[in-house]
């Protein structure tokens, strides 16, 4: 790693992947190889995947804690350092969830597939820098409107 | 289902989700690629749509997985197009595609600090999200003042300036000098009064950055947090939409609490109590609901609550309010609740005075150890390690163990090692640790490392009252079908030494023994030792097993030594002896090997011996021993001469001394070439050297000692004594400095002696083996050797011979116990005759205090507690050295290394720092963790400000006393001038204004 300061308190990475482990989002805030990211989303993946709904939406991985939530046959994972929040940052997947269920009106899988570019732009607009941005979920749907005029 | 708005880009994915296979999908994605690879190599064709649209694609086909190694520079290159929707593709792609390390950010800087400091908005934002998500340290130099006018300006609406203030924390990361602390304070103190709360929740990740690297410099905010959680508390003035489930921004306020755990204490009474309201309000006032994203929430901002209260080391009623909560949360069975609950129990132990109550949930928190999720399992394991003392200790290893037979394979290395920690420290008694470990290595062998069955080993030889009850053990283990590897070699450790003590009982007869164990030990890889002298035992072992009606004699009860006189020697010193006497010597010799078959004679060091370290085996050339026993020897490691006479280490690995100044080593021109290669080589040679070496008695080496730099004042001290005509022909200050650092090698030299040293190390124990040469082919007459140990060192020399017979070499053990901390050194007090001369010397053991350390790595977790808990005055000291060697950063690292001290990158986040952890041994301190933290001053490398903490007040000093000497003069200086000598404690006045208050500094480490 470049920089010891990345290790404290941000989210170092967000994915969204389905069930297969088909990749529909990432986003990275630390300099990684495009090697690594690849095993990184599929370590993430293989950890999730298979854990019981009963179980904590937290695991820990390499160093790091994966938290994660299911939303159909999606999982939003977002890893951050051990020290953090853990239902912080749960809650902030949900809003997260919401924002985009807001967007779309009734988000499903097919349409963060074919709006991907979308799922970044908002995701932009929500999380910076690997810290939250904004927490209105009616800042970032009038900001999207904004953009979407400029188009 | 809305399709993206760009035909191409929606039948290109429906393409890939129709594929039925992974081949397929490859196909379309290679045909995909070539196609907008040849698109892109005549750009000039390509309408600003096209080339977005292929920029969507490339970045989709990435996301799938596959490799792009083209497309990079078109896709920067839109950053720079004059319309809106190209740079925002433009910006965003390049984000995802490329890290802060690539060449191609570099050519766009200019255009992206113009569209900063521009005037369209949309165009700063586009620029400071990039810049936000990916900038580097390049970045950060030609942007930061920039991005800093944004946040502040009163004419830029909150969207700009939100994004401005996360944009400056990244460039921060990068490169924390871009903030000017004086200036920021002020206006970051302004920035907290911001009513936008999607501006005052970035500005907040900003200030926990600043904070956590330099509370000190903010003090004037934290008056500003408590009212902003006062205000949330209250939900006083916060719009609907920053509400979560009617909850005030849950993420504001986990962020604001965690900045207040930056700063040390609270010291200002009304923000005091203001704070303490608003946590109470938390603690009592969060209550369970149905609605999970809003139990979440609340419990985000409890929990948060929770480790500032601890944090702030709150009064009494209020911590134990805080163990109650947790208590509740650790029996609930909402997983994320209960693991959190464990989680922060883990982080309450360090409190002092609620030990006792968290021990009342003992019961409950193994419950979690057999939950079904390893998650829980983890933070229940952390927690009762972490609670583990001697009262519990034997209730919390049993579970551990009975644990460990479930355990799946993520787990039982942790499990293992915690297990044999805890056995270790907190054993009622010995027998039981014996067991632990017994147990341990039956059950999980795999995890069980060397060094955890050496230790079983030391303990039972050093405990008599242990050795048949560990015998007996290793004995019932081996009826045992399957047996791990490791319960062989321990078991056959122990019955080897002391099976004899069980000969009376059923089935424990030496040739019972001997069976049992022989069946065993093909399971044990012996090949793959890359010990030469382990492969050279199973060898020999296997060669005695065929022996037949002779094993009953080499079977026999091994007898005392009275003292530890090589068969050899014996040999060399009588050629003539009769027959029957040779006869017994043989069988001695043999009893010797056969003593040694099962594990070398020595304490356990196979396995794990590196390649570099491999000993040099050398055959003794004496004439009568050829058939009987291929007996070897261990030499340590010499040095040959080169051509011009410099001395080189034969020895490959040369850790991290620097290297010797060879031009300015003067060797004896006068000596007899023979005469300068060592022992060794002679013995090497067909005894090639004719008579004695003339003694030399002007020897430049004396010039060269008394000349050099006062370092180490006892040897030179005893050397200035030494009136000796014989001089030694070795730089002995320089050869006991090596010997700090490495564990066999050189001594002393002289025409007629070599005495090479060989040491091993065992938490307080240390066992050196002498190796006495004559170089002559003349006896060493009037041989003695005494120790004069300090008195923090327990010291017992084995009976050295009065004579050493020419060309001989005599092994003489020396046991070290440790018992306290010093920097006290032990003195080997060494004298012998040769011809008329008698020579005397003085010589420095190398029984330093870094030989009973043992290098440690911590995690930021038990760090930060650990460095904390140990702020009490004398445990923690610290210190400015100034006249400190000026060494980069990296050579401080590696110095500290060859002292044992384990450098821990990443714990402290200030670049110019470095912080280490090591385990000291000693019989009054046992095993003792010591943190220690420099700090260096870039402009000033002479000196640096050194922190060490432990335990124990004198072992705090003796170590931050023994790294000093070696920041301020690096051992083995060849320079003529003497070292700037120690500056004593230096009044904080002279502190450079860089520093800032320790205690500062670390709380924002933590």
Known sequence: MADTRETFQQIRFILLQNRQGKTRLAKYYVPLEDSEKHKVEYEVHRLVVNRDPKFTNFVEFRTHKVIYRRYAGLFFSMCVDITDNELAYLECIHLFVEILDHFFSNVCELDLVFNFHKVYLILDEFILAGELQETSKRAIIERMGELEKLE | ?1006
Request: hydrophobic share 40%.
């Open chain 2, 1 to 1006: 289902m809305a399709l993206s708005g760009m035909r191409g880009l929606s039948v290109f994915i429906s393409d890939i989700r129709n594929c039925h296979n992974k081949e397929q999908e490859r196909l379309r994605v290679d045909k995909e690629l070539g196609n907008i690879r040849t698109r892109f190599k005549n750009e000039k064709g390509l309408s600003p749509y096209e080339k977005k649209k292929y920029v969507w694609k490339t970045l989709y086909i990435y996301m799938l997985g596959y490799d792009v190694d083209f497309g990079h520079m078109e896709t920067v290159s839109l950053i720079s197009a004059p319309k809106y929707p190209e740079k925002q593709v433009g910006y965003i792609v390049t984000s995802c595609l490329l890290n802060e390390n690539n060449d191609f950010l570099r050519m766009v800087i200019n255009t992206v600090r113009n569209d900063i400091i521009g005037r369209n908005e949309t165009y700063q934002c586009l620029a400071l999200t990039m810049v936000g998500n990916i900038g580097g340290k390049e970045f950060s130099e030609s942007l930061a003042p920039d991005v800093q006018k944004l946040l502040i300006s009163s004419s830029c609406r909150p969207v700009v300036r939100k994004k401005a203030a996360l944009c400056l924390l990244r460039l921060y990361r990068k490169n924390p000098d871009v903030v000017n602390i004086d200036g920021w304070s002020d206006r970051m103190a302004q920035l907290l009064d911001e009513r936008d709360l999607g501006v005052l929740t970035s500005v907040m990740s900003l200030f926990v950055s600043l904070v956590s690297n330099n509370a000190e410099a903010y003090w004037n905010c934290l008056p500003k947090c408590v009212r902003i959680l006062e205000r949330m508390a209250r939900n006083q003035d916060i719009p609907q939409e920053y509400t979560y489930y009617g909850i005030p921004s849950p993420w504001l306020q986990v962020k604001t609490m965690r900045a207040l755990q930056y700063f040390p204490t609270i010291e200002d009474p009304g923000a005091r109590r203001a704070l303490f309201e608003v946590l109470q309000r938390i603690l009592m006032g969060t209550d369970v609901v149905k609605n999970v994203n809003k139990n979440n929430a609340s419990h985000a901002v409890l929990f948060e609550a929770l480790a500032l209260v601890m944090h702030l080391d709150a009064e009494k009623e209020m911590m134990s309010q805080c163990v109650a909560l947790l208590g509740k949360f650790i029996a609930v069975r909402e997983p994320n609740i209960r693991y959190l609950g464990l989680e922060n129990m883990s982080r309450m132990l360090l409190v002092t005075d609620v030990q006792d109550i968290i021990k009342r949930h003992q019961a409950q928190i193994i419950t979690s150890l057999k939950d079904p999720d390893i998650s829980i399992r983890r933070r229940a394991l952390d927690l009762l390690y972490g609670m583990c003392d001697v009262t519990n200790a034997k209730e919390i290893v049993e579970e551990l163990l009975q644990y460990l037979n479930t355990a799946e394979f993520a787990m039982r290395e942790e499990l293992s090692l915690k297990a044999a920690i805890l056995a270790e420290k907190f054993a009622p008694d010995l027998s039981w640790y014996v067991d632990v470990i017994l147990q341990l290595i039956d059950k999980a062998g795999d995890f069980v490392s060397d060094d955890i069955w050496y230790r079983v080993v030391q303990f039972v030889t050093n405990n008599e009252d242990l050795q048949p009850y560990a015998a007996a053990k290793a004995r019932e283990y081996l009826d045992k079908p399957a047996l791990h590897e490791t319960m062989v070699k321990v078991s056959a450790y122990l019955l080897g030494e002391y099976g004899h003590l069980l000969a009376r009982r059923p089935g424990c007869s030496p040739k019972e023994l001997f069976a049992i164990i022989n069946d065993k030990l093909p399971t044990v890889s012996y090949e793959s030792y890359i010990d030469v002298e382990i492969q050279q035992r199973a060898v020999e072992y296997f060669e005695l097993s065929r022996k037949g009606a002779a094993l009953a004699d080499v079977l026999a009860e091994m007898p005392k030594f009275p003292e530890r006189e090589s068969a050899l020697l014996k040999k060399a010193e009588d050629a003539e002896v009769d027959t029957a006497e040779q006869s017994a010597i043989k069988l001695r010799s043999q009893q010797q090997t056969s003593s040694a078959i099962v594990v070398a004679d020595q304490p356990p060091v196979n396995g794990s011996v590196p390649a570099s370290n491999h000993l040099t085996l050398v055959k003794m050339p004496s004439q009568n021993i050829t058939e009987d026993s291929n007996v070897t020897y261990e030499e340590p490691p010499v040095e040959i001469p080169k051509e011009n006479g410099a001395p080189v280490e034969v020895e490959s690995k040369v850790e991290n001394i620097p290297e010797t100044n060879i031009e300015s080593k003067v060797e004896p021109p006068a000596v007899h070439p023979a005469s300068q290669a060592d022992l060794l080589a002679d013995l090497l040679g067909p005894l090639a050297i004719e008579g004695p070496p003339a003694a030399v008695e002007q020897n430049p080496v004396q010039g060269l000692e008394t000349n050099q730099s006062p370092v180490g004042d006892l040897a030179l001290a005893t050397l200035e004594d030494q009136s000796n005509s014989v001089q030694p022909i070795v730089n002995v200050e320089e050869k006991f400095h090596i010997l700090c650092s490495k564990d066999s090698g050189v001594l002393y030299e002289d025409p007629h002696i070599q005495i090479g040293l060989k040491a091993e190390w065992r938490a307080h124990h240390g066992r050196l083996v002498l190796f006495l040469g004559n170089k002559n082919t003349a006896p060493l007459l009037s041989v003695q050797a005494l120790i004069l140990p300090p008195s923090h060192l327990k010291t017992e020399l084995s009976s050295v011979p009065d004579t050493i017979p020419p060309r001989a070499q005599v092994q003489i053990p020396l046991e070290v116990v440790n018992l306290r901390a010093s920097r006290d050194v032990a003195v080997l007090d060494f004298s012998y005759t040769f011809g008329t001369s008698l020579v005397n010397v003085k010589l420095r053991l190398p029984v330093v205090l870094n030989k009973f350390l043992q290098p440690i790595t911590l995690s930021p977790e038990e760090f930060f507690p650990q460095w904390k808990a140990l702020n009490v005055q004398n445990l923690k000291v610290q210190e400015v050295v100034k006249g400190v060697k000026p060494l980069p950063l990296p050579e401080i690292a590696s110095l500290f290394m060859s002292l044992h001290l384990a450098v821990a990158p990443g714990l402290d986040n200030n670049p110019n720092n470095l912080v280490a952890c090591t385990t000291f041994f000693s019989e009054t301190t046992r095993a003792m963790l010591c943190l220690v933290r420099i700090e260096t001053d870039p402009q000033d490398r002479t000196q640096l400000r050194l922190t060490v903490a432990s335990g124990d007040q004198y072992l705090t000093f003796e170590l931050k006393e023994y790294i000093k000497e070696h920041l301020i003069d690096i051992p083995r200086v060849q320079t003529a001038s003497p070292p700037v000598p120690v500056q004593p404690q230096l009044p904080p006045a002279a502190v450079p204004a860089t520093y800032n208050d320790p205690g500062a500094m670390l709380a924002g480490l933590l």
